[in-house]
């Protein structure tokens, strides 16, 4: 009985799982029934499947042909099977050698004239096929250079059907992938353009030294924007192993840049208030796609206007912003993305928001309505909170040439590499990341430096997750002084920081 295995990628989330599809020509009525948990478009594959064979000049096999896909309990969604699908046919039918689809990953579309077609998730899934043992994988041309990123396989790339076949024969060969060319990066904006606001500045530079979360509250025009969006330039340049977290995420929604697919710089992503839960968290029906949380891994998930978004919004990043991941579930399975984002909220004080704050016209209850729609719980997970005032004329001119981006950054990038000399054993990268116990137990301070920071938990000015977040701000503040550890100054400082009063 005649029968080919080839392989492909199931892909949950980032996640990839090998696949083994197997071709069995049997007698009988012409039949192809295809097994293994495939989603509709994926069933739709045996009708692509015998167009492109027929098309690419070779024939179809007379008599019952059977399609397995293994494991047969995964969830298996997509086009991308069509390809190792026609191989395993062909080497079924003895049209083709079998060898070579044997130990390559095969992940392609085929259109009906036998065209091989792009599909999403060709990196993480050759990240998969090579965690996996696997070293060959054939893709579309088109996805050469995303296939390219995977060191350790040897990635060649079809425009036809006719084009595997003949490279299966030893008649012809494959195209090999290209090197990516230079990218050109826009200029970040630069952090001289702010005027004023030296307590914003600030914090926007220990936020980005320490990776923490941020948020921004004043009335209209003083600059909360502007100071978001210079966050990026101050952040470090990607490891090769985040940006292929990055890029992968990218992958997977479509969106990766053919000029430059791996992403470097840290992510910004400034969603709209407007937007839905399943945009900003991830969703869909079968298996849910990333969410906008999920693109800003690794980078800065802007909130403007963060009052206006909604409790139900709002508090659907509480558990993302703990977990540094996002787990949603739907029909067809339960998928895992990255989502360990800085999240920087910026507000106005009032629903009026007038550019004075005394000719606002809103009641005292009117304002802590509006404020009162970021929770307790979430502003709890912020670990710097800071109050803008409107510049005056006077301000403009003290201030003189404001510090740009370049001078920032080199203070930043000093307190981040101690941070990370301190915690490289622990596999964390920033003072954001290490768990509130780690801070009590290992690293403890002394009472006299704490003493502050206890005083405020017995009042209940503190919560115990506050208190661990101000620690945390404390080793940040310590690392861009230089010092070994955080003195008192640094605890009080955190605290202020953490003062509800400038949300």
Same mark, same amino acid.
């Given at each position: 009985?005649?029968?080919?295995?080839?392989?492909?990628?199931?892909?949950?989330?980032?996640?990839?799982?090998?696949?083994?599809?197997?071709?069995?020509?049997?007698?009988?009525?012409?039949?192809?029934?295809?097994?293994?948990?495939?989603?509709?478009?994926?069933?739709?594959?045996?009708?692509?499947?015998?167009?492109?064979?027929?098309?690419? !000049?070779?024939?179809?096999?007379? !008599?019952?042909?059977?399609?397995?896909?293994?494991?047969?309990?995964?969830?298996?969604?997509?086009?991308?099977?069509?390809?190792?699908?026609?191989?395993?046919?062909?080497?079924?039918?003895?049209?083709?050698?079998?060898?070579?689809?044997?130990?390559?990953?095969?992940?392609?579309?085929?259109?009906?004239?036998?065209?091989?077609?792009?599909? /999403?998730?060709?990196?993480?899934?050759?990240?998969?096929?090579?965690?996996?043992?696997?070293?060959?994988?054939?893709?579309?041309?088109?996805?050469?250079?995303?296939?390219?990123?995977?060191?350790?396989?040897?990635?060649?790339?079809?425009?036809?059907?006719?084009?595997?076949?003949?490279?299966?024969?030893?008649?012809?060969?494959?195209?090999?992938?290209?090197?990516?060319?230079?990218?050109?990066?826009?200029?970040?904006?630069?952090?001289?353009?702010?005027?004023?606001?030296?307590?914003?500045?600030?914090?926007?530079?220990?936020?980005?030294?320490?990776?923490?979360?941020?948020?921004?509250?004043?009335?209209?025009?003083?600059?909360?924007?502007?100071?978001?969006?210079?966050?990026?330039?101050?952040?470090?340049?990607?490891?090769?192993?985040?940006?292929?977290?990055?890029?992968?995420?990218?992958?997977?929604?479509?969106?990766?840049?053919?000029?430059?697919?791996?992403?470097?710089?840290?992510?910004?992503?400034?969603?709209?208030?407007?937007?839905?839960?399943?945009?900003?968290?991830?969703?869909?029906?079968?298996?849910?796609?990333?969410?906008?949380?999920?693109?800003?891994?690794?980078?800065?998930?802007?909130?403007?206007?963060?009052?206006?978004?909604?409790?139900?919004?709002?508090?659907?990043? /509480?558990?993302?912003?703990?977990?540094?991941?996002?787990?949603?579930?739907?029909?067809?399975?339960?998928?895992?993305?990255?989502?360990?984002?800085?999240?920087?909220?910026?507000?106005?004080?009032?629903?009026?928001?007038?550019?004075?704050?005394?000719?606002?016209?809103?009641?005292?209850?009117?304002?802590?309505?509006?404020?009162?729609?970021?929770?307790?719980?979430?502003?709890?997970?912020?670990?710097?909170?800071?109050?803008?005032?409107?510049?005056?004329?006077?301000?403009?001119?003290?201030?003189?040439?404001?510090?740009?981006?370049?001078?920032? /950054?080199?203070?930043?990038?000093?307190?981040?590499?101690?941070?990370?000399?301190?915690?490289?054993?622990?596999?964390?990268?920033?003072?954001?990341?290490?768990?509130?116990?780690?801070?009590?137990?290992?690293?403890?301070?002394?009472?006299?430096?704490?003493?502050?920071?206890?005083?405020?938990?017995?009042?209940?000015?503190?919560?115990?997750?506050?208190?661990?977040?101000?620690?945390?701000?404390?080793?940040?503040?310590?690392?861009?002084?230089?010092?070994?550890?955080?003195?008192?100054?640094?605890?009080?400082?955190?605290?202020?920081?953490?003062?509800?009063?400038?949300?």
């Amino acid at each position: 009985m005649p029968l080919a295995r080839t392989w492909s990628v199931a892909l949950l989330g980032i996640d990839g799982k090998p696949v083994e599809v197997e071709a069995d020509i049997g007698g009988g009525v012409p039949k192809v029934t295809l097994v293994g948990l495939p989603d509709a478009g994926l069933r739709e594959a045996k009708d692509r499947v015998r167009s492109a064979i027929r098309n690419a !000049g070779e024939p179809w096999p007379d !008599g019952k042909v059977t399609l397995g896909l293994s494991p047969a309990n995964l969830p298996k969604l997509g086009s991308a099977y069509d390809l190792a699908i026609a191989v395993a046919v062909l080497a079924a039918s003895a049209r083709v050698p079998s060898l070579k689809a044997l130990n390559s990953v095969l992940l392609g579309e085929l259109a009906l004239d036998g065209r091989v077609r792009p599909v /999403r998730g060709i990196l993480p899934g050759l990240l998969a096929a090579r965690a996996a043992g696997m070293r060959r994988a054939v893709v579309p041309r088109e996805s050469l250079f995303e296939a390219a990123l995977v060191d350790g396989v040897d990635a060649q790339g079809a425009g036809h059907l006719r084009d595997v076949v003949a490279w299966l024969r030893d008649e012809g060969e494959l195209a090999p992938p290209s090197e990516p060319g230079e990218p050109v990066e826009e200029p970040a904006p630069d952090l001289a353009d702010v005027v004023g606001q030296p307590e914003a500045r600030w914090a926007l530079e220990v936020a980005a030294a320490g990776g923490h979360n941020l948020l921004l509250t004043g009335p209209p025009g003083v600059g909360k924007t502007m100071l978001a969006r210079r966050l990026p330039g101050l952040l470090p340049v990607l490891s090769r192993a985040e940006s292929l977290e990055v890029t992968a995420v990218q992958s997977v929604d479509g969106s990766l840049s053919v000029s430059s697919p791996l992403v470097k710089v840290p992510p910004f992503v400034a969603p709209h208030h407007s937007v839905s839960v399943a945009a900003l968290i991830g969703g869909g029906s079968g298996l849910a796609a990333p969410g906008l949380i999920s693109k800003a891994h690794r980078g800065v998930l802007f909130l403007d206007e963060a009052a206006e978004f909604g409790a139900h919004r709002l508090e659907s990043l /509480r558990t993302a912003l703990e977990d540094g991941e996002v787990r949603i579930a739907r029909q067809r399975g339960s998928v895992c993305y990255p989502a360990r984002f800085q999240l920087v909220l910026a507000t106005n004080p009032c629903p009026c928001a007038p550019p004075r704050e005394t000719d606002c016209t809103c009641s005292p209850s009117a304002r802590r309505r509006y404020l009162a729609r970021l929770s307790g719980p979430l502003l709890d997970r912020v670990d710097l909170r800071v109050r803008l005032r409107p510049l005056t004329a006077l301000s403009l001119h003290e201030a003189g040439t404001p510090e740009p981006t370049a001078a920032v /950054r080199e203070r930043v990038l000093a307190a981040r590499e101690r941070a990370a000399d301190r915690w490289a054993e622990r596999g964390w990268r920033t003072n954001a990341e290490v768990p509130g116990p780690i801070l009590r137990r290992e690293f403890a301070l002394p009472g006299s430096v704490t003493s502050l920071l206890d005083r405020g938990l017995d009042r209940g000015a503190v919560t115990a997750r506050g208190a661990d977040r101000c620690l945390r701000i404390a080793w940040t503040l310590a690392d861009l002084a230089g010092l070994g550890r955080p003195e008192a100054e640094q605890v009080a400082s955190a605290l202020e920081f953490r003062d509800r009063r400038a949300a």
